[in-house]
């Protein structure tokens, strides 16, 4: 059984930081291409960043691009999103998803609540 599951997030002040984590069980997790993606209340779920299985390849969008991270790491089947400098509009739920490099096959996690406010 395959499970993914988010930690970290939380409230935050504006220019803050939090480092989300998400935890693979039941996969081979270096065969999977790890996403972050958010959803804000009244939005669509969107792509925040992306690596590879080897960690080597990274896209992230371009509204966050300078301030958050990511991460792997393959021998303790963890993705990670090191979030810096963080604004209102970061506010969203935030979810992990495991995609196998060579098929349309993935998963998701049950997400993790960030709110930044003053």
């Known amino acids: 059984q395959v499970r993914l599951v988010e930690s970290g997030g939380g409230l935050v002040q504006p220019g803050g930081s939090l480092r989300l984590s998400c935890k693979a069980s039941?996969?081979?997790?270096?065969?999977?291409?790890m996403s972050w993606y958010r959803q804000a209340p009244g939005k669509e779920r969107e792509l925040v960043a992306t690596i590879g299985t080897a960690g080597g390849t990274t896209n992230y969008a371009d509204s966050i691009k300078g301030r958050f991270t990511i991460s792997r790491d393959n021998a303790n089947n963890t993705v990670y999103l090191e979030m810096n400098g963080l604004k209102l509009e970061d506010t969203a739920v935030y979810y992990c998803k495991a995609k196998f490099s060579w098929s349309a096959l993935h998963y998701w996690g049950q997400g993790t609540q960030v709110t930044v406010s003053s």
């Open positions: 039941g996969l081979t997790f270096s065969m999977y291409d």
